[in-house]
């Protein structure tokens, strides 16, 4: 049962223009939501998080928006940079403590020069 | 700056051999976790540990076990290699608070043939 889902598989966008890449959860019980980018051939590097009790995150150009009673986030990356070609994988946890990390299935972003 | 080393970036290894995939990390992080990254499956937890000799299984445990007997050091331990378990294997470390992000190694990519 996969509990935190990301619907598209890849995503294509003009240099220069806003990326937006989609994350949906079912267990009610996360309450903390990250996103990280992983290139080819090397681990993953955390990006940017946001508690639940926030809607929005803003961190340069990557900002996380969470709309809790969707069960629905969304990193919008603005403006997008060839350097963000990579691989993005949103993650959840639950219970204050408890340091496990459920992942999406992640998102390859392509930025088109 | 976080360092999470993971032993070998590819091994090759034969159906029913015993392997051993380690990582050290040099933060002195309590929280030491081991994943596996599939495509279309995104991360999956294997194992973690909280603190040295202490261990919990993830949502995919079957087929592993794991050791603790340092801070520093985890290691993922594949008891008979089967070749459903080729795949990338992630090596992560994080602190006892969660607004920590867990830091990741380059990852071991396994075939097992």
């Known amino acids: 049962d996969q509990q935190v889902k990301q619907n598209s598989p890849s995503l294509s966008v003009q240099e220069g223009r806003i990326s937006i890449l989609n994350c949906d959860y079912t267990?009610?019980?996360?309450?903390?939501f990250l996103w990280y980018k992983k290139y080819p051939a090397e681990g993953p590097t955390f990006l940017i998080s946001i508690s639940s009790i926030k809607d929005k995150n803003e961190d340069g150009r990557f900002t996380v928006f969470l709309n809790k009673s969707a069960k629905h986030l969304s990193l919008h990356i603005v403006p997008s940079q060839p350097g963000d070609s990579a691989v993005y994988f949103c993650?959840?946890?639950?219970?204050?403590?408890?340091?496990?990390?459920?992942f999406g299935t992640g998102t390859r972003l392509t930025i088109i020069p | 700056d976080v360092k999470v080393t993971q032993s070998s970036r590819y091994l090759v290894k034969r159906t029913g051999e015993k392997v051993f995939l380690e990582c050290v990390q040099d933060m002195d992080h309590e929280n030491m976790f081991w994943y596996r990254q599939d495509p279309g499956l995104g991360l999956r937890l294997i194992y973690f540990s909280y603190d040295v000799k202490m261990k919990e299984k993830g949502d995919i445990p079957e087929g592993y076990s794991v050791s603790r007997e340092k801070k520093e050091r985890f290691s993922l331990i594949l008891e008979s290699a089967s070749t459903n378990q080729t795949s990338m294997y992630l090596c992560?470390?994080?602190?006892?608070?969660?607004?920590?992000?867990?830091?990741f190694g380059d990852g071991t990519r396994l075939s097992i043939l």
């Open positions: 993650a959840a946890s639950r219970d204050f403590g408890n340091e496990k990390l459920t």
């Open positions: 267990n009610s019980m996360f309450d903390y």
């Open positions: 992560a470390t994080g602190r006892v608070d969660r607004n920590q992000p867990q830091h």
